[in-house]
């Protein structure tokens, strides 16, 4: 069974930076796929980045540009570098992996870590 802790959330200022960590607790190299999803108040879970093993990324159209998705397997730790932050970015982000797939849905979840942008 793979945990994974988030980190990093918090409250800044709209145009600030934020860092998130996820700490997984087996060999990030072991594991397909890797993910960032963020849910706001009354929507659902939205795919925000994802990185595969091989370290291809993906980014919804929103963040393009503003945010990177990274994985530091000698940490075992997924990143995601926020920058230039809007209000509508303001939502609880989850870190996800699985080992098998690298689209929508993932088998492992952390609790998440809450954004504020005001």
């Known amino acids: 069974h793979v945990q994974l802790v988030e980190s990093g959330g918090g409250s800044v200022q709209v145009g600030g930076s934020l860092r998130l960590s996820c700490a997984a607790s087996v060999d990030t190299s072991s594991l397909y796929c890797m993910a960032w999803f963020h849910q706001a108040p009354g929507k659902d879970h939205e795919l925000v980045a994802r990185?595969?093993?091989?370290?291809?990324?993906w980014y919804r159209d929103s963040v393009k540009d503003r945010f990177t998705i990274s994985k530091d397997n000698a940490k075992n730790t997924l990143y995601l570098q926020m920058n230039s932050l809007k209000s509508e970015d303001t939502a609880m982000y989850y870190c996800?992996?699985?080992?098998?797939?690298?689209?929508?849905?993932?088998?492992?979840w952390g609790q998440g870590t809450q954004v504020t942008v005001s």
């Open positions: 990185i595969d093993r091989a370290g291809t990324t």
């Open positions: 996800a992996a699985d080992n098998i797939y690298c689209g929508t849905g993932f088998a492992y």
